[in-house]
């Protein structure tokens, strides 16, 4: 599994993933050029990337999703 966490994911827990499971594929979009991009069109970028989201955002994500 391909994974994509974005700026509201939790940095802590996103370097807990990385410590204990150095083999995961996981970018975080603020280190893509989906910077500050939309949810919709990151949404979109995701699909075609085959990645999953990892995000805590309930306020605008759900609109998308």
């Known amino acids: 599994m391909r994974f994509a966490a974005d700026e509201n994911f939790d940095g802590r827990i996103l ?3 990385r410590a204990r499971l150095p083999d995961l594929d996981i970018v975080r979009v603020q280190d ?3 910077a500050a991009t939309p949810d919709e069109k990151l949404l979109m ?3 075609d990337e085959g990645r ?3 995000t805590h955002d309930v306020r605008t994500m759900p609109r998308f999703v």
Do not use: D, F
């Open 32 to 34: 893509t050029e989906m």
């Open 15 to 17: 370097n807990g993933l």
């Open 45 to 47: 970028w995701l699909a």
């Open 52 to 54: 999953i989201l990892l």
